[in-house]
């Protein structure tokens, strides 16, 4: 089956940490990371899809993606 998550965070060192444990734990990037500045907390907001596949499992709704 093939995973899709949507990792999103303020434009800080956690949400970089975030990215890359995804990475390390299989993850693959899917395309470019998007930017948005949120006014009412002042701070830019980051997200980045990666995907991941993985054999032998069937998906089911309610499985946590990220302990994949």
Known sequence: ????????????AAFCHKVTLALNKGWELAGSPAYAFNAKTG????AQPV??????????PDMKLGEQ
């Open 1 to 12: 089956m093939k995973l899709y998550r949507l990792l999103t965070g303020v434009d800080d």
């Open 43 to 46: 701070e830019m907001q980051c």
């Open 51 to 60: 995907t991941k596949t993985v054999v032998g499992k069937d998906y089911h």
